[in-house]
């Protein structure tokens, strides 16, 4: 079992920046690739950014440029730093890891709690 807990989400407007870390505990060894999902009211969930241990990364056409992925394979976080936020952006972010997640995005085995991101115009 994986137990992902993500924080750093809040309120900032439009322009603005925030940081989310996810922090991974239990069966870490697997977590071979990690990344952040997002969904928006009444929309589906999608891929924001991946990442692997080695540091290959993929972004969605939405937020490349913008946002940045990374991760601390010693503590087992991956992190996203947002910024240039556009109302757009807002939803509930979701970390994940596991089995079938893929870097090109296929859905994850494992799924953080979520944490919610507003912009405000």
């Known amino acids: 079992q994986v137990q992902l807990v993500e924080s750093g989400g809040g309120l900032v407007q439009a322009g603005g920046s925030l940081r989310l870390s996810c922090a991974a505990s239990?069966?870490?060894?697997?977590?071979?690739?990690m990344g952040w999902y997002r969904q928006a009211p009444g929309k589906q969930r999608d891929l924001v950014a991946t990442?692997?241990?080695?540091?290959?990364?993929n972004y969605a056409d939405s937020v490349n440029g913008r946002f940045t992925i990374s991760r601390d394979n010693a503590k087992n976080t991956v992190y996203l730093q947002m910024d240039s936020l556009k109302p757009e952006d807002t939803g509930v972010y979701y970390c994940?890891?596991?089995?079938?997640?893929?870097?090109?995005?296929?859905?994850?085995?494992?799924w953080g709690q979520g944490t919610q991101v507003t912009v405000s115009s």
């Open positions: 994940a890891a596991c089995y079938p997640l893929s870097l090109s995005g296929s859905y994850p085995g494992c």
């Open positions: 239990g069966r870490v060894f697997k977590l071979n690739i």
């Open positions: 990442i692997t241990t080695g540091g290959r990364i």
